[in-house]
């Protein structure tokens, strides 16, 4: 069974940084070939889409992001990451990682507990 356990997440001031990460297990024979996702969600609102890398590297942006946010993965080690500057209020919000492609996750993937970034002064 697939398990997404994502961490790294906590309270900054306007203007720093996090690094979110999100441990993969139950799919290290394939966890190299995954496109892997990084979503967030503020209460009232829908879940959406952060950063994406495909299993052959491609990557996309919310528009949101502005050159703030890199992801990457590391397939030895089975996990992915979101390093996160120049943090903004706005940025609030839990964070989660999944699987697949980004429509697909969005719409059928169970999600996990996530981690909380606040972003507040």
């Known amino acids: 069974q697939v398990q997404l356990v994502e961490s790294g997440g906590g309270l900054v001031q306007p203007g720093e940084s996090l690094t979110l990460s999100c441990a993969a297990s139950g799919m290290e024979s394939v966890f190299a070939m995954a496109d892997l996702g990084w979503y967030r969600q503020t209460p009232g609102k829908q879940r959406e889409l952060v950063a994406h890398?495909?299993?052959?590297?491609?990557?996309n942006y919310a528009d949101f992001v502005e050159g703030r946010f890199t992801i990457s993965r590391d397939d030895w080690k089975n996990a992915v990451y979101l390093q996160m500057n120049s943090l903004k209020p706005e940025d609030t919000a839990v964070y989660y990682c999944?699987?697949?492609?980004?429509?697909?996750?969005?719409?059928?993937?169970?999600w996990g507990q996530g981690t909380q970034v606040t972003v507040s002064s």
């Open positions: 890398i495909s299993g052959v590297g491609t990557i």
């Open positions: 999944n699987i697949g492609p980004s429509d697909y996750a969005l719409t059928f993937r169970s």
